[in-house]
């Protein structure tokens, strides 16, 4: 099947006519699609629909944008076993994440759409008498959104949603490894009722489709996830043509487990922190940090787990880890892996590729889960953002310590900390240096009611969920009215 760019609500191939495949990882002589392969033409036809469309939209009334939000979320519950397993074909993970994934844009779906009554503004006191002071939220115009492909349909959907209940009309260019949940998404939307122009999808590569949104004078604004690397390139580009731009990028999440720790807990923790979606969450923990009283005991329980995983097709009820995204991916964790044993650090589990696995009907970019113990806080290891199932392990011998090791990353995330200790748990809090804590709990899952996101080299700021979502979208508009039909004094003395 060969998928059109969704442009003023019309599905429509590419200037050129170009296309590009779409390969499932796991068998990876199995094409699942093909896409517009799209360049500047294509973004800025898209723009200028989004642009026209921003004029009635902002003016619709934002109960009933909510509305036809709401009318999009129902559909997504209709279609949620469908979109996930069509997504396990395009990115790899297992079925039960990608219903996850699916699960994500709903909860989006349904909290936007109340925003759509409850978008309020301030009302302030005044310094004078007979005077409103008050403010109210605006849409910024086309919002360019470029996304990532480890959550298809989440973070898209986590973009999309508040922009266009706030008023704002879209244009979006996914990740080229998995544009079908969001050409998907654009049918939701249609069959929700969303007039032509709102949201536009423009499949294509980076470099080609994506940096256009970012120089188009009629796109007033950039919300980005993905590698710190091209987040660098978004802002560089939005600061020089004055644009705003939200960024949510990479990640080194570590976890902390005390010598008060319910070791089994931590274990779990570990496993799935790091291996579920094959290593490839931005929030996935790729550094464990271990008091050394209990470091023999949590590794031999840590290794044991790890080597009852099984790899395998995302769709087979018994996988645990699917493959990883693409070639280019699977060499990168490789290339790690091969460097670090060359400087003489040996994976105590896991460390190679399996593209055939045994029994199993898979050919695809498959990386048995891998273990390195005992790394030294500034290795590479624990410093650079693998992005598969690779974790390093370090020991401690005090909190001090093991929040210092936290902390000592570029990145800044998401962090955890495994205690019985309630008044420790609070300091991690308070010390670590990343977006999001966890206690007891891995690295990984998000709650769409908070903030999501990280500081340092992994955000600037914005947040795409939870209460600041809207007013990373929306304008402040502030208004004064004076009644008193006179002059008032302030007034003058103040400019
Ligand atoms: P990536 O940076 O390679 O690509 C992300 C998007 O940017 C894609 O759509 C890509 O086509 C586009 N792009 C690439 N070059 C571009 C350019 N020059 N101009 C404009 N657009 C360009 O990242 P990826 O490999 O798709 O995703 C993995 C990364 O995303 C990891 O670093 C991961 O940690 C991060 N991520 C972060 C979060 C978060 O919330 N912090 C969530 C998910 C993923």
Same mark, same amino acid.
């Given at each position: ?22 390969? =499932? ?13 799209? +360049?500047?033409?294509?973004? =800025?036809?898209?723009? +200028? ?59 989006? %779906? ?15 006191? !005044? ?53 079908? !949940? ?19 999808? #423009? ?5 080609? %489709? ?35 731009? !939200? ?8 976890? #902390? ?13 570990? #496993? ?61 964790? =490789? ?79 998401? !962090? ?70 006179? #002059? ?8």
């Amino acid at each position: 099947m060969i998928y059109k760019n969704f442009i003023g609500g019309q599905w429509i191939d590419s200037s050129k006519g170009k296309t590009f495949k779409n390969i =499932d990882p796991a068998h990876t002589d199995s094409v699942v699609s093909e896409f517009q392969d799209s +360049e500047q033409v294509d973004i =800025d036809h898209a723009v +200028e629909f989004a642009h026209e469309a921003f004029k009635m939209w902002k003016n619709t009334p934002a109960p009933h944008r909510g509305e036809i939000l709401y009318k999009a979320a129902e559909i997504l519950v209709r279609d949620k076993e469908c979109i996930a397993k069509q997504m396990t074909q395009e990115m790899g993970k297992t079925l039960a994440e990608t219903r996850g994934d699916v699960q994500e844009a709903i909860d989006m %779906a349904y909290y936007a759409a109340g925003e759509g009554r409850r978008m309020a503004g301030e009302v302030v006191p !005044s310094e004078l008498n007979n005077k409103w002071c008050m403010s109210k939220k605006e849409p910024i115009g086309v919002i360019g959104a470029i996304t990532p492909w480890n959550f298809p349909i989440a973070i898209p959907s986590w973009k999309a949603f508040p922009a266009l209940v706030a008023g704002n009309t879209m244009v979006i260019k996914p990740a080229e490894d998995t544009p079908w !949940s969001v050409c998907k998404l654009a049918e939701v939307f249609a069959e929700a009722g969303l007039p032509a122009g709102v949201f536009n999808v #423009v499949t294509g590569y980076g470099t080609t %489709a994506g940096f256009p949104l970012l120089t188009n004078p009629k796109v007033k604004m950039i919300s980005f996830t993905g590698s710190t690397a091209t987040g660098r390139i978004v802002a560089t580009t939005c600061a020089s043509h004055m644009k705003p731009y !939200s960024l949510e990028m990479g990640g080194k999440n570590g976890i #902390v487990v005390m010598n008060d720790a319910d070791i089994d807990l931590a274990v779990e923790g570990v #496993v799935w922190g790091a291996f579920g979606t094959t290593g490839q969450r931005c929030t996935a923990c790729s550094r464990v940090m271990v008091h050394e009283d209990i470091h023999e005991e949590f590794m031999e329980k840590l290794v044991a787990k790890t080597e009852t995983l099984e790899l395998g097709c995302g769709l087979s009820s018994s996988t645990d880890v699917g493959p990883l995204i693409n070639e280019k991916a699977l060499n990168k964790v =490789d290339g790690y892996v091969e460097d670090a044993k060359q400087r003489g650090l040996e994976p105590i589990c896991g460390g190679f590729k399996a593209h055939r696995l045994p029994n199993k009907d898979v050919n695809g970019w498959f990386y048995q889960p891998t273990i390195f113990d005992n790394v030294d806080i500034n290795d590479k290891l624990m410093q650079e953002e693998i992005f598969g199932p690779v974790v390093a392990v370090t020991t401690f011998n005090n909190s001090k310590e093991a929040i210092w090791m936290v902390n000592n990353t570029c990145y800044g995330l998401s !962090s955890a900390l495994y205690t019985s200790d309630v008044n420790l748990a609070f300091e991690f809090f308070n010390q670590a240096e990343t977006g999001m804590v966890y206690v007891n709990a891995s690295t990984i899952g998000a709650e769409i009611q908070l903030p999501f996101g990280g500081i340092k080299g992994t955000g600037n700021g914005h947040r795409d969920a939870g209460s600041s979502m809207i007013d990373n979208c929306t304008e402040n508009k502030s208004c004064m009215i004076d009644y008193s039909g006179k #002059v008032q004094k302030a007034q003058i003395d103040n400019t």
